[in-house]
T-cell receptor
Framework: DQQVKQNSPSLSVQEGRISILNCDYT??????FLWYKKYPAEGPTFLIS?????DKNEDGRFTVFLNKSAKHLSLHIVPSQPGDSAVYFC????????????FGTGTRLQVTL | NAGVTQTPKFQVLKTGQSMTLQCAQD?????MSWYRQDPGMGLRLIHY???????DQGEVPNGYNVSRSTTEDFPLRLLSAAPSQTSVYFC??????????????FGPGTRLTVT
């Protein structure tokens, strides 16, 4: 049973436009959500996180939105750059389980010129 | 500050062989974890530790052993390798009492092939 789902395996966006990556979760005990970026042959790199007490967190070009009632979060990248091309993973953890992340299957983002 | 380091980067084993994947962190993090990544499945938690001397099982622990004798090191042992353990293994660390941050930081991975 996939508790964190990323239903779009891939996304292609033009440089300068907005990239929106989506993630759904089923476990209502999750209260901390993270986005990771992964290049080939490298480990995932932490991008941005959000606690369930917030509905938005912003860091430069990256914004994460959380809709708790819909159990949905999204990552917005504005403006998209070619260097953003990577696989993006959504992850979640529950209270007291910060060492245990549950990951989605990832979305491959390609930013074209 | 090297962050999270993993050795080796690549390994080929024969079925039934045993080996240890090494992981070390120099960020004074309390928590350490091991994940495996398989095609189309994201990362899955194998074992984790919330401090020296404390370990627990994750989602896919069978066939793996861990111990945590120091804060810095968290080796993963494959007891008797099987082809189903062919995967990319990532070690991660998180939680600093000093910063209060829970974000996990990952090593570069070990690509393991079992024939």
């Amino acid at each position: 049973d996939q508790q964190v789902k990323q239903n779009s395996p891939s996304l292609s966006v033009q440089e300068g436009r907005i990239s929106i990556l989506n993630c759904d979760y089923t476990n209502s005990m999750f209260d901390y959500f993270l986005w990771y970026k992964k290049y080939p042959a490298e480990g995932p790199t932490f991008l941005i996180s959000i606690s369930s007490i917030k509905d938005k967190n912003e860091d430069g070009r990256f914004t994460v939105f959380l809709n708790k009632s819909a159990k949905h979060l999204s990552l917005h990248i504005v403006p998209s750059q070619p260097g953003d091309s990577a696989v993006y993973f959504c992850a979640a953890s529950g209270t007291g389980t910060a060492s245990k992340l549950t990951f989605g299957t990832g979305t491959r983002l390609q930013v074209t010129l | 500050n090297a962050g999270v380091t993993q050795t080796p980067k690549f390994q080929v084993l024969k079925t039934g062989q045993s080996m240890t994947l090494q992981c070390a962190q120099d960020m004074n993090h309390e928590y350490m974890s091991w994940y495996r990544q398989d095609p189309g499945m994201g990362l899955r938690l194998i074992h984790y530790s919330v401090g020296a001397g404390i370990t627990d099982q994750g989602e896919v622990p069978n066939g793996y052993n861990v111990s945590r004798s120091t804060t810095e090191d968290f080796p993963l042992r494959l007891l008797s390798a099987a082809p189903s353990q062919t995967s990319v293994y990532f070690c991660a660390s998180s939680y600093s009492r000093r910063t209060g941050s829970y974000e996990q930081y990952f090593g570069p991975g070990t690509r393991l092939t079992v024939t």
